[in-house]
């Protein structure tokens, strides 16, 4: 009899022990360790390409504004100061010295050039740069003036 009751104590004795349930968190630890760097640089990488998509994008639009206005007739720049330039950071965008012809033609154009803003926060290196030459880059500014428009990515 005491054969048969402790057979049956071993078949209902299911679920883990301490040992293996440390085990289990042991191993799951190290893999945290290991993957959560690159986790954070593959986050990093897809803001700074959205980033960068999004300052091409508005690039496109400011230069297709600025066409706009001058097959309008209208003068590209505020003329209190030679350039137009929109500044892209963290915070938000940030414009400055854009004459009213230009902001027309923006919101005409329905862009969201008020409203993007730089993600990343990381050191990258922008593209045809060296692996070596990883800069913070918090800004871009997009500057329209007689010569054409041009995009400027700036360093923190």
């Not at 085990?23 to 986050?43: E, F, G, T």
Request: net charge positive; charged share 20%.
């Amino acid at each position: 009899m005491k054969n048969l009751l402790a057979k049956k104590v071993k078949k209902n004795n299911k679920g883990f022990t301490l040992v293996e349930l440390i085990i289990v968190i042991a191993i799951i630890a190290m893999l945290v360790a290991v993957l959560a760097p690159n986790y954070v640089k593959y986050v990093d990488r897809s803001r700074w390409s959205s980033d960068r998509n999004d300052c091409e994008t508005l690039l496109s639009q400011v230069k297709t504004a600025a066409i706009d206005v001058q097959n309008d007739g209208d003068d590209v720049t505020n003329p209190k100061t030679d350039t137009a330039t929109i500044t892209v950071s963290s915070g938000g965008t940030n414009e400055t010295k854009l004459s009213d012809a230009m902001k027309n033609a923006l919101n005409a154009a329905d862009s969201k050039w008020n409203k993007i803003k730089i993600k990343h926060k990381n050191q990258q290196s922008l593209p045809g740069e060296s692996s070596g030459a990883a800069h913070q880059y918090s800004s871009f500014t997009i500057t329209v003036s007689d010569g054409g428009v041009t995009g400027v990515w700036n360093q923190n």
